[in-house]
């Protein structure tokens, strides 16, 4: 019996000491960490940040309620609709960025649909199954899986699988609706699994 007390209290006096030494690195690191604000007083389009992604020359492009912006490091280039340019981009409040493998930028929106930025035209290609005028999307998440494909999902049941290839425009290869009783489902994110198996988080469970 005493040999098993011993047993415990030798493993909870190396337990602590684990823990101490823990949490001593951790505040030793705390104490090295710096941060550098980036706000509308730098340029950014507005102060509500969305999403972030970072494309394959290492820039950062950050989605807000009010304009999608582009940063170097250095400085901000912002981007906003342009009702007399069908090239600019299709709405200014940007849900959700995706940078995929072939070097595209995909920026979802509310209410108006999905495009993409080829940085090489410099120039919003606007994916027309997302964009139609009677019923405007509203994207929720941007996702793509081991075979190269985009999915994109949104509210009201939207579930869409796109082509993505370098210089080429997207096609849409997909089209579920996904709704329960005839009633659309609001898809909130999307997850791809190891096996490339789709799963999908709504506002009615888990879907899959």
């Keep these: 019996m005493i040999a098993l007390l011993k047993k ?19 505040g030793q690191d705390n104490g090295n960490l710096s941060y550098k604000q980036l706000s509308v007083n730098q340029g950014l389009s ?10 394959v020359s290492g820039h950062l492009w950050l989605g807000t309620h009010n304009g999608l912006n582009k940063y170097d490091g250095q400085k901000i280039t912002v981007f906003k ?25 995909w920026i979802g929106t509310e209410r108006n649909g999905l495009c993409i930025y080829n940085s090489r035209l410099e120039k919003f290609i606007a994916v027309p199954a997302t964009t139609t005028s009677s019923a405007p999307l509203w994207i929720t998440d941007i996702k793509q899986d081991k075979k190269g494909t985009i ?6 049941g939207l579930l869409l699988g796109i082509s ?41 469970g888990i879907y899959t």
Excluded: C
Aim: hydrophobic letters at 40%; glycine letters at 2%.
């Design 8 to 26: 415990v209290l030798y493993k909870i006096i190396y337990s602590f000491i684990l823990l101490s030494l823990f949490f001593q690195a951790a």
């Design 46 to 55: 507005h102060s509500d940040v969305t999403s972030m992604a970072q494309d």
């Design 81 to 105: 609709n342009d009702p007399q340019d069908p090239n600019s981009l299709p709405g200014n409040r940007i849900t959700v960025l995706f940078a995929d493998k072939a070097g595209n930028i």
């Design 151 to 156: 999915w994109v999902a949104g509210k009201k």
């Design 164 to 204: 993505s290839e370098a210089n080429k425009p997207p096609r849409v290869l997909y089209k579920i609706p996904v709704a329960r009783s005839e009633k659309p489902i609001n898809i909130s994110s999307l997850l791809i699994a190891d096996n490339n198996k789709l799963y999908l988080s709504t506002d009615k």
